[in-house]
């Protein structure tokens, strides 16, 4: 995991992210930011530094790559920092688990799209 990648990701770090695990909590808040892919970076990192259990940070590795991946190359470094700063200040202690999961859910479509995809493209459609 890249560690020195997201400094902000530490101050959410002190909201508690050892909280329940990222299956746990169903993302039904009202206050859960939008899952954008600064917020998901943040809050992935987070998670995959804080986690106790091995699946729940697997996860949130996972999750850590697919928003990496998913920053425009054009994107420059004030607009990355930008963006960060901004979903660091709409994270708190009581929305980062249930925005986790949003995050989870977003990468489990796109991973449900690629393994049809593949499967369709498999019986030749």
């Known amino acids: 995991m890249i560690t020195n990648l997201i400094p902000i990701a530490s101050t959410v770090l002190a909201l508690g992210a050892s909280q329940p695990t990222a299956h746990a909590i169903a993302p039904n808040s009202t206050s859960v ?3 954008t892919t600064a917020g998901c970076l943040l809050v992935s990192n987070v ?21 990496l991946g998913r920053i425009d190359e054009r994107t420059t470094l004030q607009q990355l920092k930008s963006a960060l700063q901004q979903q660091g200040h709409a994270i708190t202690k009581a929305n980062a688990v249930p925005l ?16 049809s995809a593949g499967q369709q493209l498999q019986q030749g459609k």
Not at 105 to 111: D, E, N, R
């Open 33 to 35: 930011p939008a899952p």
């Open 47 to 67: 998670v995959a530094k804080g986690a106790t259990d091995v699946k729940d940070r697997a996860l949130a590795q996972s999750s850590f790559y697919f928003f």
């Open 100 to 115: 986790m999961n949003a995050c989870f859910h977003q990468m489990q479509v796109k991973s449900q799209m690629l393994q």
